[in-house]
């Protein structure tokens, strides 16, 4: 790489760095990737801070005060008074007029929903529950697991036997995750594995996309102003387009390294504990992360030189987020095997290759082969890429008008 090269990555970084959307990225990312990892859990944890009333229709007539002493037993405000609350809604004349009474109560509010226990329910275990708002797990989990319990206590006393003995030797049980390596083994959970691969692909996703829409847009904005025949003036297509994705790289760089400082500084001001397990491979995922990054500048290079407006450069970027977010897709599968056929070939697939093989590493070390060879594949294949992008970009950066064809592009990288 010469001087010119050098000079133009200084410029674009230059440029760049003092642009309010970079300063505002280092502040606002961090911020997003918080928002999207805390506030779900605590909203999906936060404790209620009044009793919710719940109807109940019993046929049985030996459901509703079980059920409504076990729960005042179990769940409790911060303040003492129970969670739920029952409301028993009679049946006075027929089952249809406890149900128009119950739907009246449900549509004006003065219950979350209501639970209906058939005469049938010991035997055939079948609980109706109706309301509004059918996607409040927490109250579904916490009824269903009180009614389960009580409706086996009930069977177990018809069959002579003592629930209590059974309801000791049925305890829960409490399952500790413990990762074993070669060097260690500490206890981890399920989050902490997919929420650390999460976190560092969005990272990933989020600086290729930045950097590959500002590369994208800057060579819009240099045809449409004629600032690049200027610039070709002083340097080659070669140099220019090197020095390109060379300040962006820097950039993104900066970016990351002043994350993980702020983040080291949380984490040692505030005392929180992290597991050591989940950054073992840290130095792997580096290595992914650089190789994604570049093999991604290149093909942002080599898509985005011969648009000529802005609406084709988003067009562009947004079709290949696509691909990246794609191992994100698939993560629950990655996560109950990542060793299967599938999950293998796909990782040699280098457009998800980084993100893919980022989330691997977290879940479960792939074996030595696959490591070198996939990153031997993702070296080879930006090699390759960029190779093509040069070709690309040295017709398409002075070429105006309407997008070049297919053919057009086959034959620009034929030429010599």
Same mark, same amino acid.
């Given at each position: 790489? &010469?001087?010119?090269?050098i000079?133009?990555?200084?410029?674009?970084?230059?440029?760049?760095?003092?642009?309010?959307? %970079?300063?505002?990225?280092?502040?606002?990312?961090?911020?997003?990737?918080?928002?999207? @990892?805390?506030v779900?859990? =605590?909203?999906?944890?936060?404790?209620? /801070?009044?009793?919710?009333i719940?109807?109940?229709?019993?046929?049985t007539?030996?459901?509703?005060?079980?059920l409504? @002493? !076990?729960?005042?037993?179990?769940?409790?405000?911060? &303040?003492?008074?129970?969670?739920?609350?029952?409301?028993?809604?009679?049946?006075?004349?027929?089952?249809?007029?406890?149900?128009?009474?119950?739907n009246? #109560?449900?549509r004006?509010?003065?219950?979350?929903?209501?639970?209906?226990?058939?005469s049938?329910v010991?035997?055939?275990?079948?609980?109706?529950? !109706?309301?509004?708002?059918?996607?409040?797990?927490?109250?579904?989990?916490? =009824?269903s !697991?009180?009614?389960?319990?009580?409706i086996?206590?009930?069977?177990?006393?018809?069959?002579?036997?003592?629930?209590?003995?059974?309801?000791?030797?049925?305890?829960?049980? &409490?399952?500790?995750? $413990?990762?074993? /390596?070669?060097?260690?083994?500490e206890?981890t @959970?399920? +989050?902490?594995? %997919? %929420?650390?691969?999460?976190?560092?692909?969005?990272?990933?996703?989020?600086? $290729?996309?930045t950097? @590959?829409?500002?590369?994208?847009?800057?060579?819009?904005?240099?045809?449409?102003?004629?600032?690049?025949?200027?610039?070709?003036?002083?340097?080659s297509?070669?140099?220019?387009?090197?020095?390109?994705?060379?300040?962006?790289?820097?950039?993104?760089? #900066?970016?990351? /390294?002043?994350w993980?400082?702020?983040? #080291?500084?949380?984490?040692?001001?505030?005392?929180?504990?992290?597991?050591?397990?989940?950054?073992? &491979?840290?130095?792997?995922?580096?290595?992914?992360f650089?190789?994604?990054?570049?093999?991604?500048?290149?093909?942002?290079?080599?898509?985005?030189?011969?648009?000529?407006?802005?609406?084709?450069?988003?067009?562009?970027?947004?079709?290949?987020? +696509?691909?990246?977010?794609?191992?994100?897709?698939?993560?629950?599968?990655?996560?109950?095997?990542?060793?299967?056929?599938?999950?293998?070939?796909?990782?040699?697939?280098?457009?998800?290759?980084?993100?893919?093989?980022?989330?691997?590493l977290?879940?479960?070390?792939?074996?030595?082969?696959?490591?070198?060879? /996939?990153?031997?594949v993702?070296?080879?294949?930006?090699?390759?890429?960029?190779?093509l992008?040069?070709?690309?970009?040295?017709?398409? $950066?002075?070429s105006?008008?309407?997008?070049?064809?297919?053919a057009? +592009?086959?034959?620009?990288?034929?030429?010599?």
């Open positions: 790489m &010469n001087t010119k090269a000079k133009v990555a200084w410029w674009e970084f230059s440029e760049k760095v003092k642009s309010k959307a %970079f300063i505002l990225s280092l502040i606002i990312m961090p911020i997003i990737i918080i928002l999207l @990892g805390a779900p859990t =605590f909203l999906a944890t936060r404790e209620d /801070t009044q009793p919710i719940v109807g109940i229709i019993d046929e007539n030996k459901m509703y005060l079980d409504s @002493g !076990r729960l005042e037993q179990k769940y409790k405000l911060s &303040n003492g008074l129970p969670n739920y609350i029952l409301r028993k809604i009679e049946i006075r004349n027929d089952l249809a007029t406890a149900f128009s009474e119950a009246d #109560l449900l004006a509010g003065e219950i979350e929903g209501y639970f209906y226990f058939s049938s010991f035997d055939s275990g079948k609980v109706e529950y !109706r309301a509004r708002n059918v996607g409040n797990i927490k109250i579904q989990e916490r =009824f !697991r009180t009614i389960e319990e009580l086996v206590e009930r069977r177990l006393a018809k069959e002579g036997l003592d629930p209590s003995l059974i309801g000791r030797l049925t305890a829960g049980i &409490n399952v500790v995750s $413990i990762k074993v /390596t070669e060097e260690r083994e206890e @959970g399920f +989050l902490d594995v %997919f %929420f650390t691969g999460y976190i560092l692909i969005m990272i990933l996703v989020y600086l $290729i996309l950097s @590959g829409q500002m590369l994208v847009r800057s060579m819009v904005e240099e045809k449409s102003n004629r600032l690049v025949e200027v610039l070709l003036s002083s340097c297509a070669k140099d220019l387009m090197a020095g390109k994705i060379l300040g962006l790289s820097a950039l993104a760089v #900066l970016q990351v /390294t002043i993980g400082l702020v983040s #080291l500084a949380v984490i040692s001001k505030v005392g929180f504990g992290f597991n050591v397990l989940l950054f073992e &491979n840290l130095l792997l995922s580096v290595v992914y650089i190789l994604g990054y570049l093999f991604y500048a290149a093909i942002f290079v080599a898509a985005g030189s011969p648009v000529t407006t802005e609406h084709e450069a988003q067009q562009i970027t947004s079709y290949l987020s +696509l691909l990246l977010i794609f191992p994100l897709v698939i993560s629950l599968v990655i996560m109950q095997n990542p060793n299967s056929t599938l999950i293998k070939i796909l990782s040699f697939i280098p457009l998800i290759t980084p993100t893919l093989m980022v989330l691997r977290n879940i479960q070390l792939p074996q030595t082969w696959e490591i070198i060879g /996939t990153i031997g993702l070296f080879v294949s930006f090699l390759y890429t960029i190779w992008a040069g070709k690309i970009f040295r017709v398409a $950066i002075l105006y008008g309407k997008r070049p064809s297919l057009e +592009l086959v034959r620009w990288i034929r030429e010599e």
